[in-house]
C-alpha cells in the first residue's frame, strides 16, 4: 500500500497558506520551547512544516486539523517524528477544557500552537480566551494587522474591541515579522508571530464575562461616537462617571482597566 501525500494544492476556502521557511520554523519553535511533560496543541497543522520539528523536539503532539484530505498524510508523516493524537474537525468545536483534563499535564494545562487560518483568527482566539483558566501560553501566526491590533494600547488607531478583550485576561507580546515568502502560496500581507500569557484566576479582575464583552462591543461599535452615545442602551452617564471616566471621551482613548471597572458597576448593579 502506497504511503499518503500531501496535495501541493493549497485551498483557498479553508485560508490554507503552508509554511516552509525552515528559519522561520525554528524560531517558533524556539520561542514555544517544548518542556518534558508539557501538554502541547497544535491549531492547523496543515502539512505538518511545525507539527514535524514539534514532535522531534517534543515526542507527542496533539493536533487539530478541519481539512480531512490532511489526516492521513500527517498521521503517515509524523510516524517518524513522534506520536501525533490528530482531532478531525473544527477547533471552534474542541473543548480545551477537557482536553487539558485529558492531557496528562500535571498541572492540568495546554500550550497551544499553531498558524492559524487568517479568517477564522478572532473567533479562534475569542474560543481560546473560554478556556484561558487551562492555557498556560498561546504561540500563534497571524497577519500582521490583527497581531498590532491585539497588543494595541489606548490612542492607538488600532486599539480596539480585540486589544481590550485579549488584554483583559492575557499578555500579548508581538515576537518577530514573518514576510510572504515564507508561505506557499505566498499571501499577499505580512505575517507575524505572537505570544499570549494568560493571567492566574487571582489576576483577572472581571467580574462578570458576559457584561464586560457587552460593554466592549458597544463602546467599539461605532468609532466616532462618545462613550456616552455609545453605551447609551448599555449604561448611564452616571454609572460611566462613577467608574472613573468621561462621558465625552471615545473608546479608543479607555485603558483596559476602565472598561473593567465600568462593567464591574453594571455586573454589581
Do not use: W
Request: aromatic share 6%; hydrophobic share 45%.
Amino acid at each position: 500500500m502506497s504511503t499518503p501525500e500531501f496535495s501541493r494544492e493549497a485551498k483557498k476556502h479553508l485560508g490554507q497558506n503552508f509554511l516552509h521557511d525552515h528559519g522561520v520554523i525554528d524560531k517558533i519553535v524556539r520561542a514555544i520551547n517544548p518542556q518534558p511533560g508539557d501538554a502541547l496543541v497544535e491549531i492547523g497543522p496543515g502539512q505538518g512544516a511545525l507539527t514535524f520539528p514539534l514532535l522531534r523536539r517534543h515526542g507527542a503532539l496533539t493536533a487539530i486539523e478541519f481539512d480531512r484530505d490532511l489526516h492521513a498524510p500527517l498521521q503517515a508523516a509524523a510516524r517518524e517524528h513522534g506520536r501525533l493524537q490528530l482531532i478531525e474537525g473544527d477547533v471552534l468545536g474542541v473543548d480545551f477544557t477537557a482536553l487539558a483534563a485529558a492531557s496528562g499535564d500535571a498541572h492540568g494545562t495546554i500550550r497551544l500552537a499553531g498558524n492559524l487560518p487568517y479568517n477564522l483568527s478572532s473567533p479562534i482566539l475569542f474560543h481560546a480566551l473560554d478556556h484561558a483558566a487551562v492555557i498556560r501560553d498561546m504561540h500563534f501566526m497571524l497577519q500582521k494587522e490583527v497581531v498590532e491590533r491585539m497588543a494595541a494600547g489606548p490612542g492607538s488607531k488600532v486599539y480596539g474591541r480585540l486589544s481590550v478583550m485579549l488584554q483583559a485576561y492575557c499578555t500579548v507580546t508581538p515576537l518577530f515579522v514573518v514576510p510572504p515568502g515564507a508561505f506557499r502560496p505566498a499571501p499577499k500581507v505580512d505575517s507575524a508571530v505572537v505570544r499570549m500569557l494568560p493571567f492566574p484566576p487571582e489576576r483577572i479582575e472581571v467580574r462578570n464575562r458576559g457584561t464586560f464583552a457587552a460593554v466592549v462591543r458597544a463602546a467599539f461599535g461605532q468609532r466616532r461616537k462618545t462613550l456616552r452615545n455609545a453605551l447609551g442602551g448599555v449604561a448611564e452617564a452616571a454609572v460611566i462617571e462613577a467608574a472613573g471616566l468621561r462621558v465625552d471621551a471615545r473608546a479608543e482613548q479607555v485603558e483596559v482597566a476602565g472598561f473593567v471597572r465600568l462593567a464591574n458597576l453594571l455586573a454589581n448593579s
